[in-house]
T-cell receptor, first 109, second 113 residues
Framework: QKEVEQNSGPLSVPEGAIASLNCTYS??????FFWYRQYSGKSPELIMF????GDKEDGRFTAQLNKASQYVSLLIRDSQPSDSATYLC?????????FGTGTLLAVQP | DTGVSQDPRHKITKRGQNVTFRCDPI?????LYWYRQTLGQGPEFLTY????????KSRLLSDRFSAERPKGSFSTLEIQRTEQGDSAMYLC???????????FGPGTRLTVL
């Protein structure tokens, strides 16, 4: 079992819809969780982090964490074509980030 | 620009050559990380510095790879006797002490012919 798993997609949503991206992790001791956005050919950009169970909102983004289920999600409201990118879920293990393979999101105009 | 910077942005080399990459972290970020990313994969951890001390190295980091951060500021990653399998994006990230968030630089794309 991979340490961090994501559906590779592509996830296709129409402009203005809610995009829901999911991630599961295997290490029950993990405490810190991150979402990075990566445009093609560019480096990862940190967009959200969450450390406590529940929801955390920042603008159009909401991160959700359920430690009991070992599940992290990212919701993007009012999706825009500029949101089209690969979204990487990452878990902090000691001092290093363990990444999933990413979910490709395509927002259709 | 106060973000993480990396140099060069692109490097093409022939198999067997040595290459060196540089990373300048965000000012006053004590922690510095190197990752490697291949197509279709998430970044993979290579090594981590707290100030000038290299505190952790991945088993991915063979003896052909060496990293330094001599004055606790910029860092270099050297690959000796490059192989085609070394072709990847090499990413540097930094974070301040006491914080878990890591901020990535633009990366160095290495192509080994």
């Amino acid at each position: 079992q991979k340490e961090v798993e994501q559906n590779s997609g592509p996830l296709s949503v129409p402009e203005g819809a809610i995009a829901s991206l999911n991630c599961t992790y295997s290490d029950r001791g993990s405490q810190s969780f991150f979402w990075y956005r990566q445009y093609s050919g560019k480096s990862p950009e940190l967009i959200m982090f969450i450390y406590s169970n529940g929801d955390k909102e920042d603008g159009r983004f909401t991160a959700q964490l359920n430690k009991a289920s070992q599940y992290v999600s990212l919701l993007i409201r009012d999706s825009q074509p500029s949101d089209s990118a690969t979204y990487l879920c990452a878990v902090l293990l000691t001092n290093k980030l363990i990444f999933g393979t990413g979910t490709l999101l395509a927002v259709q105009p | 620009d106060t973000g993480v910077s990396q140099d060069p942005r692109h490097k093409i080399t022939k198999r067997g050559q040595n290459v060196t990459f540089r990373c300048d972290p965000i000012s006053e970020h004590n922690r510095l990380y190197w990752y490697r990313q291949t197509l279709g994969q998430g970044p993979e951890f290579l090594t981590y510095f707290q100030n000038e001390a290299q505190l952790e190295k991945s088993r991915l980091l063979s003896d052909r790879f060496s990293a330094e951060r001599p004055k606790g500021s910029f860092s270099t990653l050297e690959i000796q006797r490059t192989e085609q399998g070394d072709s990847a994006m090499y990413l540097c990230a930094s974070s301040p002490t006491g914080y878990n968030e890591q901020f990535f630089g633009p990366g160095t794309r290495l192509t080994v012919l």
